[in-house]
């Protein structure tokens, strides 16, 4: 009869669809979601602290190239290490001729067997000329876009060879290519798909996009018609990023024109949300290097902001962040190597931005001042003309690899490295900390009549854990993590409760009633969380820390039987490994696809709340088992 109505009473609850722990308010402004909000406190904090040592930066050059010199540590630092150089094996697959200049159709390898195609605009005449790389911004078409064969003409009829390439998933560098032959998403998409394997392994996707562009000027820079002293760098949008990064990172960069990029991450991080997976790097944000550094990091070498003032690129940071490449600029005593130019248009490489961009080249890089006039309806070529490789895919090259071929045999290397993992060297890696380190976690109780006892849990300042308690058993206590709301485990509570287990049911930081409603794209709470360094995964370990032992208390036991679901599974995985006296047995139901699995995965970027950055360097999934069998 006892187990009769015990299921009787949670189907009732199970049925009231408001059931909710959290009051109905809570969550529901999205400018103020719990993640949101937590995280935004913590960037408005660094951010004010950089802007601190800015100030005290900005009163000499002596202190001002000391800051110079921190941010490019750590630039260098949080890429990580960069392949060696190979042969890049160039070879010029066709030309096409224009009025004043030539197109020629490149092909090489920025490391064996990976592809980089490439259009180089010569100018006609023997040189040697000044040159710009162009890598391109989000285009499906890559190099073919037409706003970008538009800038790479004009500059190339006025004396510049143009490198202008494919970024990694665009034009004819698709890493997702469906059997049938078609391109399943988007670039930006794809770039999303791509950004968890390369954080698991340790720099992220932009380690590898700004190693292609440093090869790709090692090309640029080694023809004979180019004169290496003279180098510049332009690109829109995700080719600004590109620009940005590269400048900041390779020397050789006389002249750069990043455009719709350079903003604030104070801004950014509201309005539109972090930047692709490419943008992005680990503890960016709580090192103190914001957008303005790209640019202070190369003072006082010539530079140009391309900004729109109709961008969802925020133009209220852009000015914010000339501002300070303006003072900097200043105390170096070159302020005129400084320049924005905005333009009332969207987002987009637009003609007066084109235009600004061969004025601003041609003052720095040949010594003159021009007045540049793109004209009128510039013919383009069609996108099959610049293909460098036969059907317009660098995937059906012989023995070419792909990026996901590449993380493979990154992860396999890794794994021949990795020494024995104990629990002292797995905290070290991730962070996490102990139960007896946590703060004392406050557990409210919410009023409610009858079972189950509302409770919400708070490990910090900001944070709220909504959870549903049935205290009545004298089994092995059981603690419970949905990965998609507290509702979802009723069935499998009423039958543990059945065998007289009292239950614990908690939504852990960023599920169930807390979970972030996404502003940009799946995984904005989770880059900004990255940027200040912060792992989700170690995070949720910690919530089942304070659960865990709040339960364990509760029942006067010393350890706690946890059940995970779907994303909090590799959470869990890490709380029994370190905790093995608290947690004495697991139970792991639907978990998300493994790290490996990940490497390869079409839907990674699904799963980047079960990631902990660079951890595949160290250990992988199946090394915590033998903490949780008892071993040290």
């Known amino acids: 009869m006892f187990r009769l109505l015990l299921l009787f009473s949670l189907l009732i609850v199970d049925a009231r669809a408001e059931l909710r722990v959290l009051p109905k308010d809570f969550n529901a402004d999205k400018e103020q979601q719990m993640m949101r909000a937590y995280l935004r406190q913590q960037v408005h904090a660094a951010m004010d602290a950089r802007l601190k040592e800015l100030e005290e930066a900005l009163q000499s050059p002596a202190a001002l190239a000391a800051y110079q010199g921190k941010r490019k540590i750590f630039l260098r630092r949080a890429l990580g290490e960069m392949p060696a150089r190979t042969p890049l094996k160039a070879r010029v697959t066709g030309m096409l001729r224009e009025e004043g200049f030539s197109i020629e ?3 090489f390898e920025s490391r064996p067997g990976f592809y980089v195609t490439a259009n180089v605009y010569r100018p006609a005449g023997k040189g040697p000329f000044p040159a710009v790389l162009h890598p391109c911004g989000h285009s499906a078409n890559g190099k073919a876009y037409r706003e970008y064969q538009k800038a790479n003409r004009l500059l190339a009829r006025h004396g510049f060879v143009v490198l202008c390439y494919d970024p990694i998933g665009q034009g004819e560098r698709r890493q997702l290519i469906n059997a049938d032959g078609r391109l399943p998403l988007r670039p930006t998409s794809e770039h999303a798909v791509l950004g968890p394997a390369p954080i698991l392994l340790g720099g992220g996707l932009g380690r590898w996009m700004v190693w292609d562009a440093v090869r790709a000027l090692d090309y640029l820079a080694g023809r004979p018609e180019v004169d290496a002293k003279r ?3 332009m690109g829109n949008s995700g080719g600004g990023n590109l620009t940005s ?11 750069a024109a990043p455009g719709c990029f350079i903003t604030t991450h104070r801004r950014k991080n509201e309005k539109p949300g972090p930047g ?12 103190g290097f914001d957008h303005p550094d790209f640019i202070l990091t190369r003072a006082p070498k010539p530079t140009l902001i391309l900004a729109a003032t109709q961008d969802f690129v925020p133009i209220e940071g852009t000015w914010e962040a000339f501002r300070q490449a303006q003072r900097a600029y200043t105390v170096f005593g070159l302020p005129e190597r400084i320049a924005l130019i905005e333009v009332n248009e969207k987002h987009g ?6 235009e600004g961009a061969a004025r601003f080249f041609v003052r720095w890089l040949q010594g003159r001042h021009l007045e540049i006039i793109e004209p009128e309806n510039v013919p383009v070529r069609a996108e099959a003309d610049l293909w460098a490789t036969p059907d317009g895919q660098v995937l059906r090259l012989k023995n070419a690899r792909s990026i996901f071929d590449w993380f493979k045999a990154d992860a396999r290397q890794l794994a021949v490295q990795h020494k024995p993992l104990t629990r002292e060297r797995l905290r070290a890696i991730t962070g996490i900390r102990a139960p007896k380190d946590l703060p004392i976690a406050k557990v409210t109780e919410r009023l409610r009549e009858g079972l189950p006892q509302p409770l919400i849990f708070t490990p910090e300042t900001g944070i709220s854990l909504p959870a549903l308690y049935w205290p009545q058993g004298k089994q092995t206590p059981i603690l419970i993590t949905p990965a998609d709301g507290l509702k979802t485990v009723f069935p499998q509570i009423a039958k543990l409760q059945a065998d007289g287990h009292p239950v614990l049911a908690v939504d852990l930081r960023d599920l169930g009633e807390t979970a972030t409603r996404n502003w940009r794209f799946y995984g904005a709470d989770w880059y900004i969380g990255y940027l200040l360094g912060h792992s989700f995964l170690a995070m949720r370990t910690e919530d089942i820390f304070t659960c865990a032992h709040w339960l364990a208390q509760a029942h006067y036991t010393k350890s ?10 590799t959470a869990a995985q890490h ?19 493994d790290w490996q699995s990940l490497l390869t995965h079409r839907q990674a970027n699904r799963y980047l709340h079960t990631v902990h950055p660079r951890a595949l360097r160290y250990y992988d999934l199946p090394d915590l088992k033998k903490l949780q069998a008892g071993g040290n």
Do not use: W
Request: glycine residues 4%.
């Open 560 to 569: 706690i039987h946890l059940i995970a679901h779907g994303e909090t599974v």
């Open 349 to 354: 490489f637009s003609r007066r931005l084109r």
């Open 105 to 107: 159709k490149v092909l």
């Open 245 to 255: 990064f590269l400048m900041a990172y390779d020397d050789r960069i006389v002249a």
């Open 276 to 287: 692709d997976a490419e943008q992005n790097l680990f503890a960016q944000i709580r090192e």
């Open 575 to 593: 709380a029994a490994a370190l905790e093995p006296k608290l947690i004495s047995k697991i139970t792991l139901a639907n978990p998300s696809p």
């Open 231 to 233: 180098l510049g760098c």
